[in-house]
């Protein structure tokens, strides 16, 4: 009985791995042809270009959580840069302010039958940290080229989209091209703090007049990367269909205070300490969202054979894959709800016993989960009494719906993309990990895509809020390219 049982099972598995391994070499690719890309010529004068992006980061248009501490100053002064350097925009688009800072143009098109599309990007950056600026190899608000980056707060995020935007539809007017679809240019003056003042009042206002539904709506959101991808030799565009949700919950421990000469078996700052530990050491558990599942889906059929059996066969290595993404931060947050602890207070001297402390812990949440469920399940995890959990702030966000990432819109996306930056570049939908203005639009399109035409340095993300953010110059010079094609290929979705 042993023997043929063992001849059974031997022949089950190699069934399977033929079952497997067929399964994998049947993957086809997802990837779009280019095709010609017809159309006036829009020449962009190279060197002016990067000199309107310099002088655009050498004013500083920093947004804070308090309106008061804006400058509101430099967005006016942004705004006249603009009308200066794009007369053809500013003589033939309508231009608003919206909610006080943020810009509206729109570009009627020739056939108002036509469903919009909306291009978005945003106008603030965040501030510098004190005691950082000598740490930069240039100043932050220097604006520097030195021929191969532009250096300087916003260069990436997202100030180079905005100009590079405005350069293309410049271009693009000065070659005499006129749309058949509307496109509406929206740019936001507060996306560091949440947007709702910027993007949220254009998305009302557009809302009010009838504008939507967009045939797609393009904010910021991925980029083309190298090396993120194991098993993937070529570049890597990667295209927000999704991003995650936000909550900021607040632990606080009540202490009683006194004299640290007879202190507590644990201090109000000991207890928070726990809770910490708690919420730390078990993080919430990692599985595949839609947006994730579609990611490997286009992404598999481009990668060797091994590769393409694990993806293609989810159903049976799915564990294994999670494992190997949670190994790194990057990879962990598209699959599962993070913790970061941010902001830690208690205690005023080294004698005194703190009367209180509190920490505050930013998550940031996957789809299928909420922040309803985000605050249960911590309480759950810290299990203690003396530990009072709560909402903490305004920017609680549940994740945002799953744009499409088979229907036209995406298709003439990834076409885009591969005709400006080359055919050998993979396009996949992927889940984005932070927030953007383009939450404002959910649900209002099946097509809000979150993607910049930017090649990323390994170090990008570091450099995008802390020193030494830059740009590519060439980088910066194929985005302008791609905005010019969106626009021209929108015609013919």
């Known amino acids: 009985m042993k023997k043929p049982l063992a001849v059974a099972l031997v022949s089950l598995v190699l069934a399977m791995i033929m079952v497997m391994g067929g399964r994998g070499l049947r993957l086809d690719s997802l990837q779009p042809t280019p095709g010609r890309t017809d159309g006036p010529s829009a020449e962009v004068h190279r060197e002016a270009a990067i000199a309107r992006l310099s002088e655009a980061v050498r004013i500083p248009t920093v947004s804070f959580v308090d309106v008061d501490q804006t400058d509101s100053a430099s967005f006016r002064q942004l705004h006249g840069l603009f009308e200066a ?119 009302r206002v557009l809302e009010v007049r009838g504008a939507e539904p967009y045939a797609f709506v393009l904010d910021e959101g991925g980029a083309v990367t190298r090396g993120m991808m194991p098993g993937l030799a070529g570049a890597l565009a990667m295209v927000g269909i999704a991003e995650k949700g936000s909550v900021d919950l607040e632990l606080s421990v009540e202490g009683a205070g006194g004299h640290s000469s007879s202190p507590p078996a644990s201090t109000s700052i000991g207890i928070l300490a726990e ?160 927030g953007t203005d383009a939450k404002h639009y959910s649900g209002r399109s099946p097509g809000v895509f979150r993607f910049v035409p930017v090649l990323m340095e390994a170090d990008a993300l570091q450099r995008m809020h802390g020193t030494d953010e830059r740009i590519p110059i060439e980088s910066y010079l194929l985005s302008i390219a791609f905005f010019q094609q969106i626009i021209r290929n929108a015609d013919g979705l």
């Open 85 to 203: 350097a794009y007369p053809r925009v500013h003589a033939t688009l309508e231009k608003e302010v919206v909610g006080g800072l943020s810009l509206l143009y729109t570009w009627q098109g020739t056939d108002p039958s036509l469903e919009p599309i909306l291009l978005m990007g945003h106008q603030d950056v965040v501030p510098v940290m004190p005691g950082t600026e000598r740490d930069w190899t240039h100043p932050p608000f220097a604006g520097v080229s030195d021929g191969e980056y532009v250096w300087g707060r916003g260069t990436i995020d997202d100030k180079g989209a905005v100009v590079a935007i405005l350069e293309a539809v410049e271009a693009l007017l000065d070659a005499g091209y006129q749309p058949r679809r509307t496109v509406y240019l929206a740019f936001g003056h507060d996306e560091e703090v949440g947007g709702m003042h910027g993007a949220g009042e254009i998305s």
């Open 275 to 434: 809770a910490i530990s708690a919420i730390e050491g078990n993080p919430f558990p990692a599985r595949f969202s839609g947006a994730t599942e579609k990611m490997f889906e286009y992404v598999a059929p481009e990668m060797g054979l091994p590769a393409r059996i694990l993806f293609a066969n989810l159903w049976a290595f799915e564990p294994v894959i999670i494992r190997a993404l949670v190994r790194d931060p990057a990879t962990a947050a598209l699959v599962r709800t993070t913790t970061a602890v941010t902001i830690v207070e208690g205690g005023v001297r080294a004698n005194q016993l703190p009367t209180g402390a509190r920490a505050i812990a930013n998550h940031r949440i996957v789809p299928g989960e909420t922040p309803e469920t985000v605050m249960e399940r911590v309480r759950s995890v810290i299990d203690d009494d003396r530990v009072r959990v709560r909402v903490y702030g305004e920017g609680t966000r549940s994740p945002s719906p799953v744009s499409d990432p088979d229907g036209d819109a995406f298709r003439l996306l990834a076409r885009t993309i591969r005709q400006v930056m080359g055919d050998e570049v993979v396009v996949a939908p992927y889940l984005v990990i932070g």
